[in-house]
């Protein structure tokens, strides 16, 4: 990673250069780095050109300990990237059940939607993420939550055939 010498103000060239190689960092989950940089006055909440934080990045990829060092020093994991999406569907999505659990306890809303009004719950129900349904319902997701659409958890699972979700969403309807 470059270092601009202290003092120097960085050129427009070397500040977005040095931005996407902070993104880089995050996304291969870096936490040693990341957590010199934030200490050093990096914003924890930094964005890159498609408002992906470095949370959203780190968490997306599942580097639990990069999100730990994130979430400690202040990240946001309510902060949406500009497609309405914030880490923990992405977690759900990618079915990282310790990432749902690290997010959940770091201050993310169990009841977060996606601009669509699609909540985490709806997406661990569509991908068939058993373990995920049974954490986001025992740390107080409503399965009755609609989407804009006007579709429930349940409806979720049953448009992408998710039957494990089905069975378990019905038994505890």
Do not use: C, W
Not at 124 to 137: H, P, Y
């Amino acid at each position: 990673m470059s270092n601009p010498a202290a003092g120097t103000p960085m050129t427009e060239e070397e500040a977005i250069e040095f931005a996407n190689q902070v993104f880089q960092v995050a996304r291969e989950g870096d936490a040693d780095m990341l957590g010199r940089l934030l200490e050093k006055g990096l914003a924890p909440n930094l964005r890159n050109h498609k408002g992906d934080s470095l949370l959203m990045l780190a968490s997306y990829h599942g580097h639990h300990r990069a999100v730990e060092v994130l979430l400690q020093h202040g990240a946001d994991p309510e902060l949406r990237n500009d497609n309405g999406q914030v880490p923990l569907a992405g977690a759900a999505f990618k079915g990282d059940l310790e990432m749902v659990r690290l997010l959940l306890d770091g201050g993310a809303d169990v009841e977060g939607a996606g601009a669509d009004g699609k909540t985490v719950l709806m997406m661990a129900a569509m991908f068939n993420r058993v373990a995920i349904i049974d954490l986001l319902l025992e740390r107080g997701a409503d399965p009755a939550a609609r989407d804009g659409r006007g579709i429930d958890a349940l409806g979720a699972a049953q448009a992408m055939g998710a039957e494990d979700s089905i069975a378990r969403l019905t038994r505890n309807a």
